[in-house]
């Protein structure tokens, strides 16, 4: 019995590999999910620099959007995650950004109602080689700014969308 137990606990160590592999799968189904018919579509990049490839990103008004987050880094996710957070009109980006970065378990998304409330939309927090795709409608014209909420990076990592 003993060795039984030690031969399914070596098969379990074994599958492990193969399901973290498995991961990079998800994003292709979040985005068939986000592939409805969607208006305007613009993909932005982020790498090891802490950057996006865009500070601003003019889309249409009362349109849907959708949005596609590639992380072209090679950095692990524990070190050099990145996500795409819009925010709501009139929302602190600070403020917001440092409740963000406490929120580990969570993937350093705030998980207070009004913190929450602030979120128009959010890729999930992408490791080297991940890509996730959002799709929203900004109604009202104007100015939205945007943010990677990994803790350090909104300095470096944040934009504007401008709403036309
Ligand atoms: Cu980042």
Redesign the pocket.
Known sequence: MKQLTTTLFAAALSLAPASLLAEPAAPAAAEKKAEKKADFEVTVT?NDQ?QFDKKAIEVPAGKVVKLTLKNVGKVPKIAM??NFVLLKKGTDLTAWAMKAMTAKPTDYMPTAEADKKAIIAHTKLLGPGEEDSITFTIKEAGDYEYL?S?PG?FAL?KGKITAK
């Open positions: 982020c802490m995650g990145h990677c990994f990076h990592m």
